[in-house]
């Protein structure tokens, strides 16, 4: 695992690129970790590196630049088994029980 110095939020661009990986951005801190090594040993001569044993790599950005801005993080859907209510909450949820659905 290597942690490569740049500018924060850099974007840089591989060209050609290193297998599905188009794009690297360097985090707010100006830092990027990886284990790829491909990715090493082509950032090796362009910037300085730390080694990082116990740091989590920087997620790889591998879709369009367009699509890596929003949150990709699905979210779980809870519904009422008793009516059309869906929430993303499951609290929210068990409100709706309790309210529209009363056990009495
Ligand atoms: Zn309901």
């Known amino acids: 695992m290597v942690t490569f110095r740049g500018e924060p939020n850099q974007l840089v661009r591989l060209n050609p690129p290193i297998g599905l990986l188009k794009y690297v951005r360097f985090d707010d801190k ?39 801005f929003e949150t990709t993080e699905p979210t779980k859907q809870w519904r009422c088994d008793q009516c059309e209510f869906i929430s993303d909450n499951k609290g929210v949820l068990l409100k709706h029980k309790k309210t529209e659905h009363p056990k009495e």
């Open 30 to 68: 100006g830092e990027y970790t990886t284990e790829n090594e491909r990715v090493i040993k082509r950032f090796h001569h362009h910037f300085d590196s730390v080694p990082t044993p116990d740091k989590a790599p920087t997620p790889d950005m591998t879709d369009d630049l367009e699509q890596t």
